[in-house]
């Protein structure tokens, strides 16, 4: 079977961030709002 090298780079970020936090998916989420607090990109809601 085809495997896309992008798609298996970008899983396996998410692994190691979610293992990281022991695959709590409240820790998990608590990160990536604090991760956007910080960033000095512009959001768009």
């Known amino acids: 079977m085809w495997e ?3 798609v298996e ?3 396996q ?3 190691a961030h979610a293992e990281k936090y ?3 998916v409240w ?3 608590r ?3 604090e ?3 910080q960033s ?3 959001l768009v809601k």
């Open 31 to 33: 990160d990536l709002q």
């Open 4 to 6: 896309d090298v992008i």
């Open 35 to 37: 991760q956007e607090r």
């Open 22 to 24: 022991a695959f709590d």
């Open 40 to 42: 000095k990109r512009r």
């Open 9 to 11: 780079e970008v899983r």
């Open 27 to 29: 820790a998990i989420y």
């Open 13 to 15: 970020g998410r692994d």
